[in-house]
């Protein structure tokens, strides 16, 4: 991104937190981009000022983005419960284009993920073909897959809903556990990207267990994890 185009983008920023929060009876207000590895945003505050540090994942997105980011954030800081993102911020986020062009930086931001589907003994793209072939998942969902680098985790897979992004522990990455335990691992964590995007912006809680019985050795495979004390 150009030096004039992060300018542009800093104080659409500042425009849009100003204006919302002038709304909320802020004197001052200012907002700053800032490197994070997750996409969140911080604030500090006064009774009349307030700062924002805001992912810089959103440097290039829409002033309507910015404003709806700002609405939301106001409101919950205002005391409001489960106050939900507008449907700007939304369907950026949510878009195939910002996960696609955002993952690479926070790939590389994370301290123990490869960013490669093929392991030392496994390929991930083999348990994604083998979901495919049983109907379970999609294969143009656009989700990319990664072993971690180390196996210093109890939890057998993990993944982001808005960088569409499973990450398997190597812990698995070997051929005396059965295909049937990765591809488990591997489908709880695409069932919860799928859910999670469905309600992002509205709630945390994502619920997959009903899904994730659709898989025919689900209760083998939870056995065979538990005993390697790993979760999903």
């Not at 700053?32 to 000022?49: C, L, P, S």
């Not at 964590?189 to 994730?212: M, P, S, W």
Request: charge should be neutral; hydrophobic fraction near 35%; proline fraction near 2%.
């Amino acid at each position: 991104m150009s030096t004039e185009t992060q300018t542009t983008a800093l104080e659409d920023l500042n425009r849009a937190f100003q204006k919302i929060g002038k709304q909320y009876g802020y004197e001052t207000v200012t907002a700053e981009f800032a490197v994070f590895k997750e996409f969140k945003v911080q604030w500090n505050r006064t009774y009349k000022y307030i700062s924002f540090k805001v992912s810089d994942y959103m440097e290039d997105a829409p002033y309507d983005a910015y404003e709806s980011l700002a609405g939301t954030l106001f409101a919950k800081i205002d005391g409001r419960e489960e106050v939900p993102y507008k449907r700007a911020m939304r369907d950026w986020v949510l878009a195939p284009e910002f996960s696609r062009n955002k993952r690479y930086k926070y790939i590389h931001r994370a301290r123990n993920v490869t960013g490669s589907p093929r392991g030392f003994e496994r390929d991930l793209g083999d348990s994604v073909r083998r979901l495919q072939e049983m109907g379970l998942i999609d294969g143009d969902a656009g989700i990319e897959l990664s072993w971690t680098s180390d196996g210093n985790t109890q939890r057998a897979a993990s993944c982001s809903v808005l960088f569409r992004l499973i990450v398997v522990s190597n812990q698995l990455d070997d051929l005396n556990i059965p295909d049937f335990v990765v591809d488990f691992a591997v489908y709880s964590q695409f069932l919860k990207i799928v859910k999670g995007a469905e309600v992002f912006g509205f709630t945390t809680e994502v619920y997959t267990r009903e899904d994730e019985k659709k898989f025919g050795r689900y209760r083998e495979a939870e056995k065979m994890l538990d005993k390697m004390s790993l979760y999903l």
